[in-house]
């Protein structure tokens, strides 16, 4: 079995639900606190032993670009003014792992964006991470624990949680046989469906090991939601003929591609951190108060 060692970050969307900020900036640099989304994403592969991201992005991402290279000009202007803190700072950034960056040239949905990165993922077992959530846990990092159940069988596994009935229209739904504790084999997986039509509701949260085979089959994958070419559908087809795992992720997720969820992955994250927790909890505390006379 081969190491994973790659990991395909798509990063093409137009970022719509956060316009206007994202007219002319990338929504994955939205910032939670003082780092951006993507730097997390990254930090998570990384810790999980990932050494090669593979972005597949798009048009007004060069922001994503410069972010993990580096910034001679500010490292010079930094040191001249005495703030060496920040330097190794923006530095580790960009020596973290190996950037590579593929053009999706026209967005034709996620499955597509897979396909974008198959010339560089070649015949290897890889990870995914989408950018829309994020995962905290300190110690077992959320596609970690997915390169754990591959490692053990060997197939493709998808990150999953358990949402409520309502929400199934938002997420691709599996539904399969618990093998062991958070583990299962999948029998069925649908994308978005309605909620009297989910077949469960423990949905694929942004993370996935997936195999090579997985670019022959997108080939052949009609287009499905959106007229787009839909991962989820591919894994469908991929089921025919191979059994595939879900891994319920353990951790704490915030699911930062819509506004509510993204305010409050700043306020849990600012809680959680020495230098902002005390503000932020009286802050919280006084608005609290506020809002309650
Ligand atoms: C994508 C996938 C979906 C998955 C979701 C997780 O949808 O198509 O199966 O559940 O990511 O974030 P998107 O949110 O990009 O529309």
């Known amino acids: 079995m081969k190491k994973i060692r790659k990991a395909v970050i798509p990063v093409a969307g137009f970022g719509t639900r956060f316009l206007p900020a994202t007219k002319a900036s990338p929504k994955e640099m939205m910032p939670i606190v ?28 060069r922001a994503i670009t410069d972010h993990f290279d580096y ?15 920040y330097v190794n700072l923006i530095r580790e950034i960009s020596d973290m792992a190996n950037f590579v960056y593929i053009r999706q040239k026209e967005q034709l949905g996620l499955g ?6 198959e010339h560089v993922v070649g015949d290897e077992p890889f990870a995914v991470l989408l950018g829309d959530e994020l995962i905290y846990n300190e110690t077992n990092p959320g596609i970690g624990q997915l390169m754990e159940v591959y490692a053990k069988y060997g197939k493709t596994v998808l990150g999953t949680t358990e949402v409520p009935k309502e929400e199934t229209y938002k997420y691709g739904i599996v539904e399969g046989k618990p ?3 958070g583990i299962r084999l999948i029998n069925s997986l649908v994308e978005k469906p ?27 994958t009609p287009l499905g939601k959106g007229g787009e070419l839909q991962l989820t559908d ?3 087809l991929l089921r025919e003929e191979e059994v595939i795992y879900s891994k319920d992720i353990e951790g704490i997720r915030h699911d930062t591609g819509n506004k ?14 020495e230098d902002t927790k005390d503000d932020v909890s009286k802050i919280i505390l006084e608005k609290a108060k506020e809002i309650g006379q």
């Open 112 to 117: 597509h964006a897979i396909l974008m990165a």
């Open 71 to 85: 910034a001679p000009e500010l490292e010079y202007a930094l040191k001249k003014s005495g703030k060496e803190e």
């Open 234 to 236: 591919a894994l469908a």
């Open 260 to 273: 509510i969820g993204y305010i409050k992955a700043i306020i849990d994250f600012a809680l959680l951190r």
């Open 179 to 181: 093998i062991e504790e």
């Open 34 to 61: 003082d780092k951006p989304i993507i730097q997390y994403i990254v930090e998570e592969a990384v810790a999980s032993g990932i050494e090669d991201i593979i972005f597949v992005t798009g048009r007004h991402k």
């Open 194 to 220: 309605e909620p009297e039509e989910a077949p469960s509701t423990s949905a694929i949260i942004g993370r996935y090991v997936l195999t090579p085979k997985i670019f022959k089959i997108l080939k052949r």
